[in-house]
């Protein structure tokens, strides 16, 4: 069976391999990439059949790169394939802030990461197909456990010489038209040699693959008042703080402040269960969610607008001396990149509201990117479907093997422009689970139908993956209780293996169901805070 990013590196290359041919093809030797200049882009004709770029060096990027180097070599073809970074290691979202690095704004960090930042699933549920985690590993590991596993899977399969770390890319123009044509890419690296500016690379590319994450660029809503609450003077007491939760590291910080948090996501629960015990915490909860069970904090209606020294409610309640306000509001969808000014292949229009798989450009209106086939391929009539596609675009799913269930349709399969829509109900939000897991299940299910992989009469999503999931919630408060008893080192003893992994979580879910209900226990009164970290 492929794994997800296997398929979504399959699809890829067979788009790659069958829908764009041009007549020549360009190539820079691959170690290292050269500066050619800073005006002219390097159009070296070479041995390579294909040369493709991927931006992005998480769980997308990574999966992209595998699946299709190995279409490459089942095919026995020279295909050029590098991988751009910008930051100093992979792992993408799982990547910590550099060393003594405090982010502060406006300079975006280089992640959301936090100390005490854990997985809400149980790691085998997560993992690129037949790739575990090594032995021993915690169920619900850190951050510092999710970067290595990348680092591992690059290793593992020999992908760091195609990875250029510390490489931004500035600017993808595509210079053609719907049926032909090229990628003209700039990067920057750090300064060589003492001198004070960054190299510039100037290269031609056949296909662009982006996997550069949508964690990123902060969605900051607007209030009236904002700038005069935060200028307010407030002698003896510290500066207020109106900060995204990508700016938030640990709660000691918040200790003894009145705090406001927008939003009850995974990052707003996290804020409130842990700076919750040590202030007065407020948690803005929109109509039809709920506030975060288990945590101590005031529930709220939606903000109004600030006041020099409160903030105001839309049911007319005032809290005032509020020192810090956190938006757990999420982040906006954008690929500077691709957008103008650097290149003109995206448009930003925050007020678009298309959704139809013919639109003339292809568009991101913060919320989602239109139109793309299978959240993957641009159907945008300017460029070749197959010369430009996106991995890890759908939201609420395990990114590693979604991701890797993208890279076949890329590599393999291609995405007619005529009558190929995608539902977007939310965007990219895939809606449940299940929803989520039929998403990757349907694109094996077309390469098979298409000869591009073996039809093996099962579904790509195994069995155990669903039930893990599905079973989330009871599986982690075993876990707890395991912890707890500090039993972790016996329950992990002897797992090894994918399916050694898969029995553990039946195993602890049984074994925490049969306790549940030996102790009358529903779980529509388990607090949240069993439920996370």
């Known amino acids: 069976m492929f794994s997800v990013p296997v398929l979504v590196a399959q699809v890829v290359s067979t788009a790659l391999n069958l829908a764009l041919a041009p007549s020549r093809h360009f190539f820079a030797p691959q170690a290292p990439l050269q500066d050619y200049g800073h005006n002219d882009f390097l159009n070296q004709p070479s041995e390579a059949s294909k040369s493709i770029a991927i931006v992005g060096g998480g769980s997308g990027g990574l999966a992209a790169l595998k699946t299709i180097l190995d279409v490459a070599n089942d095919i026995n073809e020279n295909w050029e394939v590098v991988l751009f970074e910008q930051h100093r290691g992979l792992g993408g979202v799982w990547l910590p802030d550099p060393p003594g690095y405090e982010p502060e704004p406006p300079e975006l960090p280089e992640s959301p990461t936090y100390p005490l930042l854990h997985v809400n699933t149980p790691h085998p549920t997560m993992t690129y197909p037949h790739i575990p985690f090594p032995p021993g590993t915690n169920l619900y590991p850190?951050?510092?456990?999710?970067?290595?596993?990348?680092?591992?899977?690059?290793?593992?399969?020999?992908?760091?010489?195609?990875?250029?770390?510390?490489?931004?890319?500035?600017?993808?123009?595509?210079?053609?038209?719907?049926?032909?044509?090229?990628?003209?890419?700039?990067v920057h690296s750090p300064p060589v040699d003492g001198s004070p500016e960054d190299v510039v690379l100037k290269r031609t590319f056949d296909h662009l693959v982006i996997a550069n994450g949508h964690n990123h660029y902060p969605h900051v809503p607007e209030w009236n008042g904002t700038d005069d609450w935060l200028a307010y003077p407030r002698p003896g007491l510290p500066e207020r703080q109106l900060l995204h939760s990508i700016y938030y590291r640990e709660p000691e910080s918040y200790r003894n402040q009145t705090v406001v948090i927008v939003g009850t996501g995974a990052s707003g629960r996290d804020i409130a269960l842990q700076v919750g015990p040590l202030a007065t915490v407020y948690q803005v909860v929109r109509e039809g969610k709920e506030t975060t069970p288990g945590a101590d904090v005031i529930e709220m209606p939606e903000i109004a607008y600030f006041t020099p020294d409160a903030v105001v409610f839309v049911d007319g309640s005032i809290v005032e001396g509020v020192d810090t306000v956190f938006l757990a509001t999420g982040y906006d969808f954008r690929v500077p990149f691709l957008s103008a000014p650097h290149a003109t292949t995206l448009v930003t229009d925050p007020d678009a509201q298309e959704t139809?798989?013919?639109?003339?450009?292809?568009?991101?209106?913060?919320?989602?990117?239109?139109?793309?086939?299978?959240?993957?391929?641009?159907?945008?009539?300017?460029?070749?479907?197959?010369?430009?596609?996106?991995?890890?675009?759908?939201?609420?799913?395990?990114?590693?093997?979604?991701?890797?269930?993208?890279?076949?349709?890329?590599?393999?399969?291609?995405?007619?422009?005529?009558?190929?829509?995608?539902?977007?109900?939310?965007?990219?939000?895939?809606?449940?689970?299940?929803?989520?897991?039929?998403?990757?299940?349907?694109?094996?299910?077309?390469?098979?139908?298409?000869?591009?992989v073996p039809d093996d009469g099962k579904p790509y999503v195994e069995g155990w993956r669903r039930k893990g999931r599905e079973h989330n919630f009871l599986i982690l408060r075993g876990w707890k209780r395991i912890q707890a008893q500090g039993e972790e080192a016996r329950w992990l003893r002897g797992v090894r293996t994918e399916n050694q992994w898969a029995a553990l979580l039946d195993k602890i879910a049984e074994w925490q169901s049969r306790w549940e209900e030996d102790h009358g226990i529903s779980e529509e009164v388990v607090p949240l805070r069993d439920y996370e970290w």
């Open 142 to 186: 850190g951050w510092d456990a999710m970067r290595r596993y990348h680092e591992d899977f690059a290793t593992q399969f020999d992908l760091w010489p195609h990875v250029k770390l510390n490489h931004t890319v500035v600017s993808t123009q595509w210079h053609g038209h719907g049926d032909f044509g090229d990628w003209h890419v700039e």
């Open 356 to 452: 139809s798989s013919t639109a003339q450009q292809l568009t991101s209106n913060l919320r989602y990117i239109y139109p793309l086939y299978q959240h993957m391929f641009s159907l945008a009539p300017s460029v070749p479907p197959t010369a430009l596609a996106f991995v890890g675009l759908p939201v609420l799913i395990a990114n590693c093997p979604s991701d890797y269930a993208q890279g076949p349709p890329r590599a393999r399969g291609g995405a007619p422009r005529e009558g190929a829509s995608t539902p977007y109900f939310v965007g990219h939000r895939l809606q449940n689970d299940n929803e989520a897991q039929t998403y990757q299940d349907n694109l094996v299910e077309y390469l098979k139908k298409q000869g591009a």
